[in-house]
Nanobody, 122 residues
Framework: QVQLVESGGGLVQPGGSLKLSCTASGSDFRFSTMGWYRQAPGKQRELVAV???????KYTDSVLGRFTISGDVAKNTVHLQMNSLKHEDTAVYYC????????????????WGQGTQVTVSS
């Protein structure tokens, strides 16, 4: 059974930075795509960024130029560097894995982490 474990969330002031990390355990299966979703209070979960084992990347428009996804997908590790954080980035951030199609098109990843809270507040 695959377990995705996130770390790095917390409280930060507007304009600040945080780095989220995710590692997987419980499987020898090599992932093809990993990514981050988030869910703000009262809103649906939304895709934030994804990265494939070949380095293809996609961001949602609202984080372009501020967030950077990286990692070694073949080793089941992914990070999300978040800069210039805004109040509207406040959400629970979830690490996910699956195929590009499941994460980006279907918006239905194969596995989810338990989530880490990011709060942007002064």
């Amino acid at each position: 059974q695959v377990q995705l474990v996130e770390s790095g969330g917390g409280l930060v002031q507007p304009g600040g930075s945080l780095k989220l990390s995710c590692t997987a355990s419980g499987s020898d299966f090599r992932f093809s795509t990993m990514g981050w979703y988030r869910q703000a209070p009262g809103k649906q979960r939304e895709l934030v960024a994804v990265i494939t084992q070949y380095g293809s990347i996609k961001y949602t428009d609202s984080v372009l130029g501020r967030f950077t996804i990286s990692g070694d997908v073949a080793k089941n590790t992914v990070h999300l560097q978040m800069n210039s954080l805004k109040h509207e980035d406040t959400a629970v951030y979830y690490c996910t894995q699956g195929s590009w199609y499941s994460l980006v098109v279907l918006r239905s990843p194969d596995d989810w982490g338990q989530g880490t809270q990011v709060t942007v507040s002064s």
